[in-house]
C-alpha cells in the first residue's frame, strides 16, 4: 500500500453513517476504497458511499427515513466477474457483472466521473485477486486545475480562470522591447500632440478678445489688431501644419511597431504550433487555430494604436483639457462637468447592454453564410431529392434572422443616438447659458467663453471613448491569452534531453504491452504485444474503430503510450530524436496530403537536396513519372491546394515517391489504396510491390486481398491482437479474419474464400 | 415489485437488422436480481441488466424508448423500441420512467437568478427542477446547443447538463439577459 492516502479514494465516513455501518457489520477499518458520489440511484442529489472491503463491495448512504440501513448494496467479491464505468447523459454508472447481468452500484454526475474511473480501475485489479494500491498519486488529476480545481478542456491544458491577465500587458509590454527607441519616440510625439492640440483654443480666445473687438478697453488699437490677426491666424496654421507632422510620423511608427509586433507574434505562434503533439490537432479544429493565428495577433496592433490614438491618449487629453478648462473658470468648468456622470452612465449602458446586440447580428450573419454554403455546395443533392423549396425556405428563415437581428439592434441605437447626443449638447448648452449671462455681466470675457466651448468637445469626446475601455480590455487580454495559451502549452511529446541514435541499418520493431487510449479512461488499444522482423511485411486488419490506426500512430510517435513500451531497432522510440524517428518511419495515409506548389516541390517535401535524378528514380518506381511527364510542364507543373488537379490515384503515387525518396527503413501504408479506382490500385500496388522490398512494412487495408501477400497479418479486434499469421494460416482458423474475408467476398464478388485461399502468393 | 430471480437465458435474442417494438403482449418489464431492470419477452428470454434510452428526447418525450440490454461481453444489445409508453401498465411504465432518469441527469431550468461574462466564461445563478444551482461553463457554441427550435442545452464546466426547454418560457428580463450573452 502507499504510504499516505488518497483524499478521494479513502474519503473518511460521516461519523453518523460510520456508526450506523458498523451496527449493520460494515467492518470500516477494513475498507481499501472509501470514495463518495453526489447521486444515488434514482438520479437525485444524495451523497452515497462506495467501500471495497476485501472481500465484498458495499454502498453507504444515510437516510432520512428513520429505520432504513444505512448499507444500500452488499456485493460479495465471488459474486461479482467483472467491473465497469458506463457513460450516461449528464454522468455515468459503475457497474457489477453479477450472475451475468450488469447491476448498478452507483450513479455519478460528470463532476464525480474522474474519480469512479479511478475507482473501476482499481475495482478491476480487487476481482483479480491483487490488491490495489491506492495512495496520494491516486488524487492527482491532470485534467483538472491544480490550483482551483475547475476542469480542464483537455491534459495539461492552462487554466482560463487562474491565469494571470495583468501578465499579459507585462508580456505584450516585453515584446516591445526590441522596439523600445521607437516606443519612446512615439510616446513623446503623442504627448506633443496633446499639447500642441490645446493652442488653437487659446489662440481663438485672444482672437476674439484682443483682436476681433476693436475699440473695448484693454483691447488692441485697430492698426495692430491686423497684425496680430495675421500673425495669429499664420500661427493657427503652423500649429495644424506641425500636428498634422505629429500625427503623420506617429502614424507611421504606430504602425511599423504594431504591424511589426504582430508579425513577431505570429511567427512564434505559428512556430510552436508546429512543434506541438498531433494530440493538440485533436482537440482544436483549424478553423479555430487559423483564428487564432491570423485573427488574435491583430490584437497586437491595436494595442499600439490604443496607445497611440486610443485610451491612453484619450485619458491623457482629458486631464489635460480639465486642467485648462479649471484654469481658464474653475466655476463654469464644474457647469461643464456636471452632465459628465450622464454620459459616462449612458456610455457603460450602451457598451454593457446595447453593444452585444452586434454579437446576434454577426451570429446571424455567420448562421446565413453556412447555411448559403451548405445548400450551394449540396446543390445537387437538393435538386436529386426535389428539396428546392424546402431550402429556399430554410435560407428565407436564415435571411429573417439577420434581417430581426439588424433591426433590433439599429432600432435601439438610433434611439439611443440622438438620446445621448442630447446629453453631450448639456453641457453646451449650460455653458452657454451661464456662460452667456457672465459675458452679459462683464465677468466674462467673449473670447475665454467660446474657448470654453471648443475645449467642452475635446473634454466630452474622449469621456464617452474611455467608457468603451472596458470593452476593448476583454477583448484585447481574451485574444492575448489565448495567444499565449498556445505559446505556453508544452508539447506532450517530449523529446528527451540526450536522445540515443538509431542504428544505421535495421527495421525491427516490438510493441510490449502497449495500453493507450485517447481519452485516459478508455483504452483503445490494450496490453498488445508483437514483434516484427527487418524486412517483414506485417499486414494489420480489423474492423473500422478497433484500433489499427493508433497502433501507426504510436509507432510514429504522434502518441504516447500510456502503459509499456515500443521499441525500434530495440531502443524506446520515447528515447529517440523525433526527427530520427520520423526519418526512420515514412507513413503514406489513405487520403494524400499535397500542399500548394509543384509536383517537384511536393516530391522533395521530406527531402529537399534529392537531386533531379534521384527524384525522379522514385517517380518512375512509384508510377507516377508517366503522367507526370505528360503535363506540360512536367515535373514543374503547379498543382492547387490539396493536390488540385490531380486525380485520387494521381495524389497517392506522388505520396508514394514522397516516401520512396524520404528513404525510410520502416513503411507504414494507411488504407493506401482504398480510395482509388481498381486501375490506379492496380499501378499503386505495383508501385508499393517495389517501393516496400527489403523495408520492414505495416500495410493496413479494408481489402483484404491487398494483404494477402504479407509475411504475417495481425487481426485486431476491440484493442487486442486477437489472431496472427499468414493469410492460409488464419483462414485456416476460421476466427475474425476468415469472418472478415468472407464478407468481403459475398460483398466485391471477387474470387470466394476458397479460390483466395488456393491463390498462391 | 419484489426482485425476480433472473433466469437463465436462452440463446435466442432479437434481428439486429430490424426494428422490434415492444408491447405489453409482448414482454414484461420487471425488477430483477439486485434491483436491476429486467425485461421478460415473450417466447424469447429474460434480459437482465437493461437501461433505456430516448430515440428522440426532443421531439417525441414519451415514444420511441430503446430498452438495451448489457451482454456479459459488454457489448450492448438493443431489446427493442417502446412506441409508447402509455400502452404499458403504470407499474411498468414508471420503471422505464426511473431508468430514463437514472441515465438522463439533466437538471431544467426553471428561472435564472444572474447570468454574467467575464474572460470566456459565464457564470449562471439558476433555479433548476433539482433546486438552486450555480454553475459556470465556458462561453463556446459547442457548450450552449440548440434543443429543439427555442431550447438550449448547457453544458458546464464538469460536464453537467442544463436544459432550458424554451427560452420563450424564460421572463422578458431574464431572457433579454440570456440572450445577451448566448446570443448564437
Redesign the interface.
Known sequence: MSGSRSVLLNMPLPAELARLAAKEGVEVDRAWLTTATDLNLAGSYERVFLLAEPDRLLTLALSDKSGRPATRICLARQSISEIRTRQGVGGGFLDALVDGVYVEVVAYSNARADVFHKAAAKLKSWLRGTQPDVGSEDDADPRRCPKCGMMLEFKGDLCKRCINRGAVFVRVLRMMRPYTGKAVIMMTFVLAGIGLSLIPQQMIRVLIDKVLAPGQAGNLPPANATTWLLALVAALLGIHVVMAGIHMIMGRLASFVGTQITFDMRSRVFGHLTRLGVDYYDRYNVGQLMSRVAGDTEQMKGFVHQMTSGFMAQMITVVAVGAVLFSLNWKLALITLLPAPLVVTAAIFFWKRIYPRYFRVWDANSKLHGTLNTILSGIRVVKAFGQEHREQNRFARSSGYVRDSFRGVEYTVTLFNPSIGVLFQLGGILVWFVGGQWVLAHDLTLGKLMAFLGYLGMFYHPLGQLTQLTNWLTQFLTATQRTFEILDTNPQIAEQDQPRPLPERGGSIRFENVTFGYSRHEPVIKNVSFEVAPGEHIGIVGKSGCGKTTLINLLARFYDVDEGRILVDGIDVRELQLQQLRGYVGVVLQEPFLFRGTIYNNLTYGQRDATPEQVLAAAKAANAHEFIIRHPLGYDTYIGERGAGLSGGERQRISIARALLYDPKILILDEATSNVDTESEQLIQEALERVTAERTTIAIAHRLSTLKNSDRILVVDNGQIVEHGTHEQLLGQKGLYYKLVKIQTELSREPSVDALSNRKP | MADEP?QP?SESGPDPTRVRYLTPESCRIHL?????L?VTVRDERIY??V?AAYAFPVAYGDQFISLLH?A?D?KDVEIGLIRNLSDFPPQQADLVR?AL??????HTITRIHEIGW????VSLDVETD??RVQF?M?WKSDRAVDYGRRGKVLID?????YLIPDLDALSPGERADF???I??
Open positions: 433472473t437465458e430483477g436480481t439486485h434491483g436491476a429486467h437482465g441488466g437501461y448489457s456479459g459488454g426511473q432518469a437514472r441515465r438522463y441527469f439533466i467575464k474572460y470566456g466564461f433539482k433546486g459556470m465556458r464546466v464538469d460536464e453537467n447538463r440572450t445577451r450573452i446570443y448564437w
